[in-house]
């Protein structure tokens, strides 16, 4: 998940956050939801708002598993929007 992932994909989807806070907000609360279920799916635990915190214990590994899931839930929604 780079700056543009959400924009290369079309979705009014965005992240803001400062320090080790991060959040992924939507005009559509549904895209978040459903990416809570998707990240779930993969193993991975964000809050159902799209909250996020790094911690010290979190790896280059866990933050691929994440840009991965990310992309792959994109990928799979966008051509059902």
Known sequence: MNPTTFTTADMPLWATGVGSMVCIHSTED?????????????????????????????????????I?????????LTPHL
């Open 30 to 66: 549904r895209l978040v939801e459903l990416l809570f279920h998707a990240a779930l799916d993969d193993g991975l635990y964000i809050a159902r708002r799209g909250f996020m915190a790094l911690s010290m214990a979190i790896t280059d590994d866990h933050c691929d598993a994440l």
């Open 68 to 76: 991965a899931s990310v992309d792959g839930f994109l990928t799979t």
